[in-house]
């Protein structure tokens, strides 16, 4: 029994690490910063902006300056990436961000999708366009996440589903704050 769990907890332990170390080469592929990193970069009083980019629209979330609470903040159509882009950039300036968190897809078992290859494609255009740091956070489950949050709250299902893109922005944002500040 003992040697059972003990292969059990080794096993679990080889899937975690397996998944830190895929993480940390598709940052590295991708030329983006991790979560640590951005920490150094930030200051105390910095906001930054979460985004679940999905295939039809942009969910946008915004954290207040000590970083304690992820607010939804809007959804954009995703038609035009240069409407987007000069949305973007206004957001920025207006509210003072200064990092972005970025959703990234990755598959239950930790591989990389077409989503997420998409979303990394994305990033590495927004990088380009902005002048501020960009880091991917795991999203897995986040619209799953934040369509139960909404379940909870009694909230009526139009209503759902029409905010559910910046609600999982939200999500995803409130997740990094939560690992930035511990």
């Not at 830190?20 to 598709?26: G, L």
């Not at 105390?44 to 207040?64: A, N, Q, T, V, Y």
């Amino acid at each position: 029994r003992d040697s059972c769990q003990f292969w059990y907890m080794f096993y679990c332990f080889k899937i975690y690490c397996h998944m830190i170390f895929r993480s940390i080469i598709i940052i590295e592929k991708y030329n983006m910063i991790t979560i640590d990193e951005l920490k150094l970069k930030i200051d105390k009083k910095s906001r930054l902006l979460g985004l679940d980019l999905g295939s039809k629209r942009i969910g946008l979330s915004i954290c207040d300056d000590k970083r304690t609470v992820a607010t939804p903040f809007k959804t954009v159509e995703k038609d035009d990436f240069n409407k987007f882009i000069n949305e973007l950039k206004k957001i920025i300036q207006e509210n003072n961000i200064d990092g972005i968190i970025v959703g990234n897809p990755i598959n239950m078992d930790g591989s990389i999708g077409p989503s997420s290859q998409s979303v990394n494609d994305v990033c590495r255009n927004i990088e380009q366009k902005v002048n501020i740091p960009i880091c991917l956070w795991d999203e897995r489950l986040s619209t799953v996440g934040a369509f139960n949050i909404t379940s909870q709250l009694d909230v009526n299902v139009s209503k759902k589903v029409k905010n559910i893109d910046k609600n999982a922005a939200a999500f995803i944002l409130q997740g990094a704050i939560d690992y930035i500040r511990n």
